[in-house]
C-alpha cells in the first residue's frame, strides 16, 4: 500500500526534541527523511541520559525512526556544496537551531530560495518576532512562558510544569501541520514558503482555554467552576486549578482503592450533566437527583467539594479498573491514573501500533511510541532510527556523487 507522502523528499536538519517529533511523524507518513548530523557527534540526544553505553539513547532512537542519517560539516566550503546540492533536490527543509545559525552558516531564506524556488523552510524557535526572538528555548522554558506553567497545579503551591511535552512535541506536531499545509499551497502556487512554530505560540495554542478564563474572569470576577470559589479568593489573572476539568463538566481526581500504597491508584471523575442521577444512584446519594441543591449544574456548583468527597467515599471501595467498568456501564465519564508501566504493558495499545516493539542492532529491543495518527489509506511501519552518517554514501550516491568524489570529502571532512 502507498504512503501519504511517499513522494516528499525532507531535508532534516533537526535536533533535540521538538524538530525531531516533526520529521518522525512526515517519515511515518511516508516522506523519505534525510537527517543531516554533524560528523563525530550528531544530534546531541544520541548520547543523552544513556541507559547503555555506546548505544544511542532512547531519546534519540524513539524521536528518530524512520529517518535516513548522513554526516555533512555545514561550515566546510565543500560540506555546503553538499547540501545546496540536497536543498536543490528536496521539497523540505526542517530546522529548529537556535535564532540566526542557518543564516550564520549561509543559508539565508534568499539564498535557499535561489537554490530552489519550490523548498518550504520550516523553522521551530523559541518565541515569534518580539523582545524574546532571539532566546535559545528548551520545552520547560516554553510551558512557562506559553501560559501553561502558571495555570497548573494547586492555588497554594508554586506553578507547575507538566509531563507532556507540550512545548517539544506539541510544536513538533503544530510545525507538521503547517508542512503539509504548505505543501498543498505549493501545488497551486509552485512556491515554496517559509513556515514558523513558535514554541511559546504553540504551548499558548493549547492553553486558549486559560485566555478565555482571563477574560470571563475579568469581566465578572468569579468562575463558578474553579475550586476558588466559593470559599476562596480570585486575583487578576487565572489562578492554578488543580485537577478541575478545563471545560464545563466539573471534574477531579479521587482515590481508590489501595491508593495508600499505589501513587496511581487513582480515578478522573466527571460529574457530567446528563448523566447525573445516574452517578447519584451509584454512589448511593438518590436523594441528590431531584434536592434542588444539587439536582442542577448551577445549584451544584458551589457544592462541588462536597460532592467529590461524597463520591470519594465510594470510588474508595473499589480499585480504580473496578470504578471504571461499573461507571461506564451508565456512560459516567471517567478514567484511571494509568502509570507508565500499565500504559506499556497494555495489550490493546500494542495492538493498534501506538506502543510498538523495535529492534535496534546496537540496543536491541525497546519500546517507543508509535504514530497516534492513523490514516486507512497510509498504514505506518514503524522502522528503527539510524545510526549516525548510516546513509552517507546512499545519499551521496543519489545525489550524483562518484565513489572518488566521496571518498575526497571524507578526507578533507566535509562528510
Ligand atoms: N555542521 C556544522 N555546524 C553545525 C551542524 C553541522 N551539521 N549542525 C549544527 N551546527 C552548528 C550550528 O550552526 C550552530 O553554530 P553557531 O552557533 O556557530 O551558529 C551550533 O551548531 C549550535 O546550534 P544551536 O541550535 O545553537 O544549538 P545549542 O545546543 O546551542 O542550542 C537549542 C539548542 C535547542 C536551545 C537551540 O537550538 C534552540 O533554541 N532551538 C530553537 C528552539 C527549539 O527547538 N527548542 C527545543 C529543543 S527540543
Not at 438518590?286 to 449544574?297: G, I, K, Q, V
Amino acid at each position: 500500500m502507498g504512503k501519504a507522502l511517499e513522494d516528499v523528499r525532507i531535508l532534516d536538519f533537526t535536533h533535540v526534541q521538538s524538530g525531531p517529533t516533526c520529521t518522525q511523524l512526515l517519515a511515518w507518513f511516508g516522506a523519505d527523511v534525510i537527517k543531516v548530523e554533524r560528523a563525530g557527534a550528531g544530534d546531541v540526544t544520541r548520547e543523552q541520559l544513556r541507559d547503555i553505553p555506546e548505544a544511542d539513547s532512547l531519546y534519540f532512537t524513539m524521536l528518530n525512526h524512520n529517518k535516513r542519517s548522513v554526516t555533512i560539516d555545514a561550515k566546510n566550503p565543500e560540506g555546503k556544496q553538499v547540501l545546496e546540492a540536497l536543498i536543490q533536490k528536496c521539497d523540505v527543509l526542517v530546522e529548529n537551531f537556535a535564532p540566526g545559525a542557518l543564516d550564520r552558516m549561509g543559508f539565508t531564506w534568499e539564498r535557499i530560495q535561489e537554490l530552489n524556488p519550490r523548498m518550504i523552510v520550516a523553522s521551530v524557535k523559541g518565541f515569534g518576532a518580539g523582545p524574546y526572538e532571539d532566546c535559545k528555548v528548551y520545552e520547560n522554558v516554553a510551558q512557562c512562558v506559553g501560559g501553561a506553567a502558571s495555570t497548573t497545579g494547586f492555588d497554594d503551591g508554586p506553578p507547575v510544569v507538566t509531563g507532556a511535552q507540550i512545548g517539544d512535541s506539541g510544536t513538533g506536531l503544530h510545525l507538521a501541520l503547517g508542512i503539509v499545509t504548505a505543501l498543498y499551497q505549493r501545488k497551486t502556487t509552485g512556491r515554496g514558503q517559509h513556515v514558523l512554530a513558535a514554541m511559546q505560540d504553540g504551548v499558548l495554542n493549547l492553553c486558549r482555554v486559560k485566555l478565555r478564563d482571563q477574560q470571563r474572569l475579568e469581566r465578572t470576577g468569579v468562575m463558578r467552576e474553579y475550586p476558588q470559589h466559593p470559599n476562596g479568593t480570585f486575583g487578576e489573572a487565572v489562578p492554578r486549578a488543580g485537577n478541575a476539568s478545563g471545560g464545563g463538566q466539573p471534574g477531579w481526581i479521587l482515590k481508590c482503592k489501595g491508593w495508600e500504597a499505589d501513587p496511581n491508584a487513582y480515578i478522573y471523575f466527571i460529574t457530567q450533566a446528563p448523566v447525573w442521577a445516574k452517578i447519584c444512584n451509584v454512589i448511593g446519594k438518590e436523594e441528590w437527583a431531584t434536592d434542588p441543591n444539587y439536582a442542577t449544574p448551577a445549584a451544584r456548583l458551589p457544592h462541588l467539594k462536597d460532592i467529590f468527597a461524597e463520591i470519594e467515599r465510594w470510588t474508595m471501595t473499589k480499585t480504580k479498573f473496578e470504578a471504571m467498568e461499573i461507571l461506564n456501564k451508565y456512560d459516567i465519564p471517567c478514567g484511571p491514573i494509568l502509570s507508565m508501566k500499565e500504559i506499556a504493558e497494555e495489550p490493546s495499545l500494542r495492538k493498534t501500533g501506538t506502543i510498538v516493539e523495535v529492534d535496534h542492532p546496537v540496543r536491541g529491543k525497546y519500546l517507543t511510541v508509535g504514530n497516534p495518527i492513523k490514516l486507512s489509506d497510509s498504514p505506518t511501519e514503524v522502522t528503527r532510527s539510524p545510526l549516525l552518517g548510516e546513509h552517507t554514501d546512499e545519499v551521496m550516491a543519489e545525489l550524483g556523487y562518484h565513489p572518488d568524489q566521496i571518498a575526497h570529502l571524507r578526507v578533507v571532512g566535509a562528510i
